[in-house]
């Protein structure tokens, strides 16, 4: 949201055209956040927005803005004109960054279970993130073997993060303690290469860290040299907290289990830590 709200472009200038009527409209302290959710006409026409993980407030929003968007009038619902072409810097965007022909993955986290923890909203809590493979960098996974030790530091740095309750920061290099992954060849079908993974995680900084063992599957296909399966749990314990990801009441240790599966075709969000990679 941050490109949204200071880079130039179409999309930039929609985006605050509405938000700065929202929940957090001119805020600039203690943050200059527009987190939320917004109801907005295709015009750009500000209906109604929230922050909120409570379902009974975001449906009172949503009633809102379904009552606002039936009484505006056709010409206040659309745009008067098709906006004009993005600028250069739209390829600053960490969206531009998608690895053609490379490896998409959507990385799932969440709580494992446990007899004791919170029992509001967090108790229910999931996050989703992406991690992002060239088309070299996911060939190198294939050929068995150890994967590239790179590989797995970007993945206990950026993706194998407590973001389960909310927003987080990754690790420097330097406190990832251990990154291995072991890619072994099942079987050959034709084109097919059958791979299972092995390995295992450990980040430590001031405090907090994750620590994981890492399983999975995965298929490459040698003639698209693309992978047409791939799935991988990781699962272990956390421990602390950081500024934005509500554990300050929920320290731990306890455990984290994150899965990762192939992105669809249209999912082309960048991972939150992009600009780690």
């Not at 949201?1 to 880079?7: A, V």
């Not at 097919?192 to 907090?208: D, P, Q």
Request: charged share 25%; with cysteine.
């Amino acid at each position: 949201m941050w490109y949204l709200q200071h880079r130039p472009g179409p999309e930039c200038d929609f985006f605050r055209l509405f938000c700065e009527q929202g929940h957090y409209g001119g805020r600039t302290v203690p943050t200059d956040t527009r987190q939320g959710i917004y109801c907005v006409a295709p015009s750009g026409r500000f209906l109604a927005s929230i922050n909120t993980t409570d379902p009974r407030a975001m449906a009172k929003m949503l009633e809102l803005a379904l009552e606002r968007w039936e009484h505006l009038p056709r010409a206040e619902r659309l745009p008067a004109a098709p906006p004009p072409a993005p600028p250069e810097s739209v390829k600053l965007r960490g969206e531009a960054r998608y690895p053609e022909g490379g490896l998409a993955l959507a990385v799932h986290s969440r709580n494992l279970p446990r007899e004791k923890g919170p029992t509001d909203w967090r108790a229910e809590a999931r996050n989703r993130d992406y991690a992002w493979f060239t088309a070299e960098e996911a060939r190198s996974m294939a050929k068995g073997g150890a994967v590239p030790a790179a590989l797995v530091k970007r993945l206990a740095r950026c993706n194998f993060v407590d973001n389960v309750y909310g927003q987080t920061h990754g690790y420097h290099e330097r406190e990832i303690e251990k990154a291995e992954l072991t890619a072994t060849v099942a079987k050959v079908a034709g084109q097919k290469t059958h791979l299972l993974f092995r390995g295992a995680t450990r980040a430590v900084s001031e405090g907090r860290g994750v620590e994981l063992k890492l399983d999975g599957r995965a298929v490459f296909d040698g003639e698209t040299g693309r992978f047409v399966e791939f799935e991988m749990v990781a699962t272990g314990e956390r421990w602390g907290g950081t500024q934005y990801n509500c554990r300050d009441d929920d320290p731990g240790p306890s455990g984290i289990g994150f899965a990762l599966v192939l992105a669809g075709a249209n999912e082309r969000v960048a991972p939150a830590l992009v600009w780690n990679y």
